[in-house]
């Protein structure tokens, strides 16, 4: 009897320590993979890592903004668009021109002469081979996108730039909807799919890294022509 109790006995305590092993094998996983998904975006954006995707910045668009003042907004997209010039990053102009599209900004051809500009026919940039053909010859997984609006092209291109594996940073204060319960609707979406909110001040500042570096007077004068920083913002065209 004394036997069969101390096999038991034993055999309890063998199963105890797989369950205690699965376990800290299950956390340990579990950990890991946590520490992976939230230290990914504490790698900072470089202008040797990120892209830029400018969605539907188009004229036709424009009654429909009701989320940012105009010119506020106008501001912010010409901010973005030089932002990709200083620091040449990769760039694709996303947007069929024409019909209640209108035409694109022309600040978009002035400051981004060399960017290829997609047409598509879903509202999401995925769906197209020579958007995901530029993606893939960029080279660059950090995607910094913005546009019109950021509930409809802008969400849906996000989350299938997510689903396959893209780091995605919006940048909020270059987009826009038609109503603010939508947007902030869009916004948390987009963060619980694992985007990343950004203004265009912080990215350029996070690229930059150091006012001492080539861009850095570039990025000054940015700051000084479009930024609330300096004082008042004058009119501008977009």
């Given at each position: 009897?004394?036997?069969?109790?101390?096999?038991?006995?034993?055999?309890?305590?063998?199963?105890?320590?797989?369950?205690?092993?699965?376990?800290?094998?299950?956390?340990?996983?579990?950990?890991?993979?946590?520490?992976?998904?939230?230290?990914?975006?504490?790698?900072?954006l470089s202008k040797t890592n990120a892209a830029l995707i400018m969605?539907?910045?188009?004229?036709?668009?424009?009654?429909?903004?009701?989320?940012?003042?105009?010119?506020?907004?106008?501001?912010?997209?010409?901010?973005?668009?030089?932002?990709?010039?200083?620091?040449?990053?990769?760039?694709?102009?996303?947007?069929?021109?024409?019909?209640f599209r209108g035409q694109f900004y022309p600040l978009l051809k002035?400051?981004?002469?060399?960017?290829?500009?997609?047409?598509?026919?879903?509202?999401?940039?995925?769906?197209?081979?020579s958007f995901r053909d530029f993606l893939e010859k960029s080279g660059?997984?950090?995607?910094?996108?913005?546009?019109?609006?950021?509930?409809?092209?802008?969400?849906?291109?996000?989350?299938?730039?997510?689903?396959?594996?893209?780091?995605?940073?919006?940048?909020?204060?270059?987009?826009?909807?038609?109503?603010?319960?939508?947007?902030?609707?869009?916004?948390?979406?987009?963060?619980?799919?694992?985007?990343?909110?950004?203004?265009?001040?912080?990215?350029?500042?996070?690229?930059?890294?150091?006012?001492?570096?080539?861009?850095?007077?570039?990025?000054?004068?940015?700051?000084?022509?479009?930024?609330?920083?300096?004082?008042?913002?004058?009119?501008?065209?977009?």
């Open positions: 009897m004394k036997n069969i109790y101390c096999t038991i006995l034993f055999a309890c305590s063998l199963f105890m320590l797989s369950c205690n092993s699965e376990t800290n094998h299950s956390k340990t996983k579990i950990d890991s993979d946590n520490s992976s998904k939230e230290s990914k975006y504490l790698f900072k969605v539907d910045y188009l004229t036709g668009f424009d009654p429909g903004l009701k989320t940012i003042e105009k010119n506020l907004y106008n501001h912010n997209v010409t901010a973005l668009a030089k932002m990709g010039s200083i620091f040449k990053l990769p760039t694709v102009i996303l947007g069929d021109e024409g019909d002035k400051h981004l002469p060399t960017a290829p500009i997609l047409a598509r026919h879903a509202p999401s940039a995925w769906t197209e081979k660059r997984k950090k995607i910094i996108i913005a546009g019109i609006s950021i509930d409809n092209c802008t969400l849906q291109t996000s989350l299938d730039l997510l689903r396959n594996g893209y780091e995605v940073y919006v940048v909020v204060d270059a987009s826009g909807t038609d109503e603010n319960l939508v947007e902030q609707a869009a916004m948390m979406r987009l963060t619980q799919a694992g985007a990343v909110m950004v203004s265009w001040v912080s990215i350029a500042s996070e690229i930059m890294e150091d006012w001492q570096a080539p861009e850095g007077p570039a990025v000054g004068k940015l700051y000084q022509d479009h930024s609330n920083w300096n004082g008042t913002l004058g009119p501008i065209e977009r």
